[in-house]
């Protein structure tokens, strides 16, 4: 007769791969020790319809690296920071009669960039400025807060902007 208290072969089948599965997923992995980078360059080339930048901290992570199941081949990277627009900047892309913004909060912070978010942010997200900003060769979300004229910037493999250079 089993014993009630053990958990049965399905059970740690089960358990075996819930493990596996959180191994596997690029989502999963934690960013804890990644070094918090202020170059402007990378952003700028990347963001140019967002103009000068300043005040930027930010991550580029490679995403799935850190799996021993990974398949070799092309790496994703997640770049996601805060980064300050010029003064009014925020306003003047929130106030454009053809986008279209709602409150929501940015999700997925990392541990790393908790400590630069603006206190009081009441940000805001456009799925058509995302669309603008990404021009569908990339994924991305994009808040704005106004009161600091600050982007939080959430993407995967963002592409150089035509026009920037190499």
Known sequence: MRDIASPGRRGILALGAVVVLAACNPAAKSTDGAKVRTDLEPLERRFAALGALSGAHWLGTALGADSRMSVPGPTDVRV?????????AVAAITGAPHRSFRRETPRRIPGELA??????ARWVRGESFDSDMTRGTYSGAFYLDAGTDTVYFDTTNPSVSAGSGP
């Not at 996601?80 to 009014?88: E, H, K, S």
């Not at 400590?115 to 009081?120: A, C, H, L, Q, R």
């Open 80 to 88: 996601v920071g805060t980064a300050r627009l010029g003064a009014g």
């Open 115 to 120: 400590e630069f978010m603006p206190d009081g």
